[in-house]
């Protein structure tokens, strides 16, 4: 079965940034469950998977405007720390995430005050180029219940139910 809309894609990936020796995995837990087509992944990602099948194991390499998004200057935003969501110990780089009248968002931390944080709201992975390694573990097709709810459900996806 190829990958299309409509079909759940599970896989395991590891992910570099670009010119770093640091990797994220999946492969120290499940595999990730994806509804495919439904943005839940970055665009380059989800047109790599495009077409695929279960056993494939492939590279792909994504630019920012694929990817996060460019790095755009500006200035950090101020914010309280009583509007963290669990801040715990916070520090420089510390990615934090924010309850604010208009909802939730991340941002990473640039600077720590008393009463205050300063947050560039930048996705952490704007502006780089991605280098995945993906293993394609299973593809099958979305339930009506998982398409109208526009995620995985199970095993690598929502828990929710
Ligand atoms: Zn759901």
Do not use: C, W
Request: aromatic residues 4%; without cysteine; charged residues 25%.
């Amino acid at each position: 079965m190829k990958i299309s809309r409509d079909k759940v894609v599970s896989l395991h990936y590891e992910l570099r940034v670009h010119g770093d020796k640091q990797t994220e995995t999946s492969r120290d837990g499940d595999a990730v469950s994806i509804l495919h087509g439904h943005g839940g992944v970055i665009p380059g990602l989800e047109q790599a998977l495009e077409g695929r099948v279960a056993g494939d194991r492939f590279s792909a390499t994504i630019e920012p405007a694929q990817g996060y998004g460019d790095y755009v200057e500006q200035a950090p935003k101020r914010v309280p720390i009583k509007h963290l969501v669990r801040p715990g110990k916070l520090s420089v780089g510390k990615s934090v995430m924010v309850n604010s009248n208009e909802g939730r968002f991340t941002g990473t931390v640039v600077k720590v005050g008393r009463f205050n944080v300063d947050l560039d709201l930048n996705h952490p992975l704007a502006g780089k180029t991605l280098d995945f390694d993906i293993e394609i573990v299973d593809v099958r097709d979305a339930t009506t219940e998982e398409i109208e709810h526009g995620h995985a459900h199970g095993p690598g996806g929502a828990h929710h139910h």
